[in-house]
């Protein structure tokens, strides 16, 4: 049970990078002009709280994941990072106003379901 406490502390460390970098580029705005256009923002990200957030979110992240593999078979723990996609969604949905279709709806609950599935094997 204190394994897949670290998992999905893990996996929310991760979420939350994800969302904190949409955060984060939402105030920075679109980058255009290509490898050009973002090296010309890469001054105004590197000052960005949102994305200093996110990097110190997905250093701890990765450093429960490692103590996760040590103790569980990859492919055991893989698949609870399918949870992300969940709390993304759902986050984007009411935090970002973003778009989430019946398609999409339909899919996290097949990885609800596959997550479930695996947790209990």
Not at 73 to 87: E, K, R, T, W
Request: aromatic content about 12%.
């Amino acid at each position: 049970m204190q394994t897949i406490m670290i998992i999905l502390l893990s996996v929310l460390l991760n979420c939350s990078a994800q969302l904190c970098m949409k955060k984060g580029m939402m105030v920075i705005g679109e980058i255009t002009g290509g490898m050009q256009g973002f090296i010309a923002v890469l001054p105004v990200m590197m000052t960005n709280f949102y994305l200093w957030i996110s990097a110190i979110c997905y250093v701890v992240s990765i450093l429960l994941w490692l103590v996760v593999l040590s103790k569980v078979d990859v492919s055991y723990a893989y698949p609870f990072l399918s949870i992300g996609y969940v709390l993304s969604a759902v986050v984007g949905y009411f935090a970002f106003h973003e778009s989430v279709t019946f398609i999409r709806v339909i899919g996290i609950i097949v990885i609800c379901v596959g997550v479930i599935l695996i947790s209990r094997s």
